[in-house]
């Protein structure tokens, strides 16, 4: 008989199809492996083209929430790649923040999950997270402690804090609401109305693949559209094969953001664990938040999200 205390998970894919079937076995075993209850499975067979499935059968993963007879604990992003955006129109708001505000639930990915984060924000004001997924993160041959300790710490408490060495000898100590995620996926939805107008807020970008000057040219649109500027830090997180070719000419990506911190007017900081890289904070979306820096060690302490009802913090599994 299931353990009725036991942390229930809910696989969810809005976005790519599950290309590494192994990597989603083994994070499936790893979560069972803790005592949690895992499922929505069958999320894990669909395919259409480059989707998991439908564009119908991946909102309905979302819109699901709202109408479970018993929600999960968590409802976990099995990969990013792309597909979110095609959903955001028929993504059932008001009947997630009926059920979801009395009912939170702790809705984690990244990646292309980044704009079904600023969507549901948005429209619902819904507090999700920035953190691992079941493939990339839980499902490697070689788990990251640094990954699986902070995301069930996180979890595991109303309060929370991500510590990093972040290079940069600054004085910073703001405080705001957290937010952000993969830069692209913020750009694409700028002037919409999936892009919440968040003023005085601590901003955290990453990237997969796209050149030095590309990622230069998506921060200028942060900026010249006038998002950098209504905020009161900007943090650096993993830019993962963010190369740069012959023709750049010994252009880099820290040219990029050295130009950036001239022009952005608020504190910029990098290093932080987040992104396409094995370590990554779990980090929620849109909660008040405080960003120190002393000598060259930041801090963020961030508290008002979705936990477990019943801490869960197992040993690496």
């Known amino acids: 008989m299931p353990d009725p205390q036991a942390c229930r998970v809910r696989l969810i894919a809005p976005s790519g199809y599950p290309h590494d079937r192994e990597a989603m076995t083994r994070g499936v075993a790893r979560l069972r492996k803790t005592g949690c209850l895992v499922d929505g499975e069958e999320v894990l067979d669909r395919t259409e083209l480059r989707y998991a499935g439908s ?3 991946r909102v309905a993963d979302i819109n699901q929430l709202a109408t ?6 968590i409802a976990l992003s099995i990969r990013g790649g792309y597909g979110v955006t095609r959903l955001l129109e028929y993504v059932h708001y008001h009947a997630l923040r009926e059920r979801l505000a009395g009912e939170p639930i702790a809705m ?7 704009a079904l984060q600023m969507a549901l924000y948005a429209k619902a004001g819904l507090v999700t997270f920035g953190g691992p997924m079941l493939g990339p993160d839980f499902g490697p041959a070689t788990l990251s402690p640094l990954t699986w300790r902070h995301f069930w710490r996180t979890l595991s408490a109303p309060q929370g804090t991500a510590s990093w060495e972040c290079g940069e000898a600054i004085e910073c100590d703001v405080e705001g609401p957290l937010w952000g995620g993969n830069l692209a996926m913020l750009c694409s939805l700028l002037d919409t109305p999936y892009f919440p107008r968040i003023e005085g807020g601590i901003l955290f970008v990453e990237d997969v693949g796209e050149p030095p000057f590309r990622i230069e040219r998506l921060l200028y649109q942060l900026h010249l559209s006038g998002v950098l500027g209504r905020q009161r830090a900007l943090i650096l997180g993993d830019f993962t094969q963010c190369r740069p070719s012959p023709y750049d000419n010994g252009y880099d990506l820290a040219d990029g953001f050295s130009q950036i911190r001239r022009i952005a007017g608020i504190a910029v900081l990098s290093g932080m664990p987040f992104g396409h890289a094995a370590d990554k904070f779990t980090l929620p979306f849109g909660v008040p938040a405080r960003l120190r820096v002393v000598g060259s060690r930041a801090s963020l302490d961030f508290h008002g999200y ?4 019943q801490p869960h913090e197992p040993a690496l599994a």
């Open 55 to 57: 564009d119908a059968q």
């Open 68 to 73: 479970l007879d018993e929600l999960p604990d």
């Open 108 to 114: 984690v990915g990244h990646s292309d999950f980044t």
């Open 306 to 309: 979705p936990h477990l009802r």
